[in-house]
């Protein structure tokens, strides 16, 4: 068996729920799986493969996932590293990629990470907090785009990679 880390970053939750997803599917493949928030991860080198997940807000990473890939680069450059992030809303969030912001993707070049996947994202008005946030959160942006069938794919691909590269 192969130890995973799942780490995600995120506000209102939604972010949390797709890194459980990707983390049930891989415990399927027979890896053994730890699902944190990123905030909370100190150390990566118990893990031969690490899935950091962020939310999206403004075209940023949260700070506790960047840090974690900061505080851990070294380490990281060791294993196999998959990033995601989630946050398009709309009709068309599933056919969206977003780039990774420039300090994000000169983290992610330095350790190897695979390229990064964007899923759409869940904007529930009730959850969000401020002005700017709630005139965002109304009309066509409003609801749930993650699409669990393409995540499920994706983590399925992850497992299958982790599960041939370590059996070299």
């Not at 990566?44 to 690490?50: E, F, G, I, L």
């Not at 990281?76 to 993707?105: D, I, K, M, N, Y």
Request: hydrophobic share 45%; aromatic share 6%; net charge positive.
């Amino acid at each position: 068996m192969t130890a995973v880390l799942v780490a995600h970053a995120g506000k209102t939750g939604g972010t949390r729920e797709i890194a459980e997803v990707v983390s049930e599917e891989l415990r399927a493949l027979g890896h053994t799986v730890d699902t944190r928030d990123a905030a909370d991860v100190a150390d990566v080198t118990p893990y031969t493969a690490v899935v950091v997940g962020s939310a999206l807000y403004y075209s940023r990473w949260r700070p506790s996932a960047v840090r974690l890939l900061e505080r851990n680069v070294a380490a990281l450059r060791e294993r196999q590293v998959w990033l995601f992030h989630s946050g398009p809303c709309g009709q068309a969030a599933s056919l969206v990629h977003v780039s990774l912001p420039a300090s994000v993707a000169i983290l992610a070049a330095s350790i190897d990470a695979e390229r990064t996947t964007t899923f759409g994202g869940r904007l529930d008005p009730a959850l969000v907090r401020g002005v700017l946030p709630r005139l965002m959160a109304r009309g066509s942006r409003v609801g749930d785009f993650r699409d669990w069938a393409r995540i499920r794919s994706w983590a399925r691909d992850v497992g299958n990679h982790v599960s041939s590269h370590v059996s070299l």
